[in-house]
């Protein structure tokens, strides 16, 4: 057998990073960011001055790039050519045009092609895969489906605090209209057929990830 997979959606600010990579820390797993490769394609779709709303010139694009992510949970990095963008990724100007690259059909089947390639070969005997659609499109078939979730207020709460240079009004608006659109191309917001909730809205970080842990313990 392949290693098991632990396959976890949530909206923005659900916290779904840092949870998804404690657990994967706390399992002896690999960790992939899906949400990571939109954003170092949309890095890389600046840094060449492609407009990321014409889909035939990001297409086009796919070809030459050129991508790493760290999967071990305790080396994460993310690459594109030698560049590393593990922190440039999160900037502003990036998160506000990856809703723009993520809906293109093309685009997701090419990252989807890559998530599948690396989760069949981690050296780890599982790998918790997060992102927008891992429980519902790229790993239906995962033993472990989690989506977590939060009350929109604890989420805008959350991520206002990571961002100290933007207002929490900015910031709150910014999210509302990235799940928005993204929701358009993937439900995130509702439990897929035997995906198992958690909801983190009245829960800290550690007992987030150990409400994570307990359903895949359950469930493996
Ligand atoms: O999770 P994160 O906020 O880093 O994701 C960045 C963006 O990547 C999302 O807003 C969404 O547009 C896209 N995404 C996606 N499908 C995934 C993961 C991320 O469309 N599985």
């Given amino acids: ?8 959606d949530g909206p923005a600010g ?30 890389d779709l ?3 001055g492609i407009d990321a709303s014409v889909a035939a010139s990001v297409i086009a694009e796919l070809g030459a790039f050129e991508f790493r992510i760290g999967i071990d949970p305790d080396d ?6 030698s560049a590393d963008v593990t922190e440039a990724i999160r900037e502003p100007r990036v998160t506000s045009v990856v809703s723009l690259v993520a ?3 093309e685009v997701r089947a090419w990252l989807n092609d890559r998530f599948r390639a690396i989760m069949a070969s981690t050296p780890f005997d599982g790998i918790v895969v997060e992102g927008r659609d891992i429980t519902t499109v790229v790993a239906p078939d995962a033993p472990v489906r989690i989506l977590l979730t939060a009350s929109e207020e604890a989420r805008m709460a959350r991520r206002s605090k990571e961002l100290t240079s933007e207002s929490a009004a900015a910031v709150g608006e910014a999210l509302r209209s990235r799940d928005k659109a993204d929701s358009r191309v993937v439900d995130f917001m509702n439990a897929a057929d035997g995906v198992t909730t958690v909801d983190s809205t009245d829960l800290d970080f550690a007992q987030t ?11 493996t």
């Fill in 1 to 8: 057998p392949g290693p098991v997979v632990v396959a976890i």
């Fill in 14 to 43: 659900s916290g779904k990073s840092s949870v998804s990579r404690a657990v994967a820390q706390a399992l002896g797993y690999a960790y992939l960011d899906t949400g990571a490769s939109y954003r170092a394609l949309s890095w």
């Fill in 46 to 48: 600046l840094m060449r």
């Fill in 76 to 81: 994460y990095y993310v690459r594109v050519g």
């Fill in 103 to 105: 809906r293109i059909p």
């Fill in 209 to 219: 990830v150990a409400a994570v842990v307990e359903v895949v313990h359950s469930q």
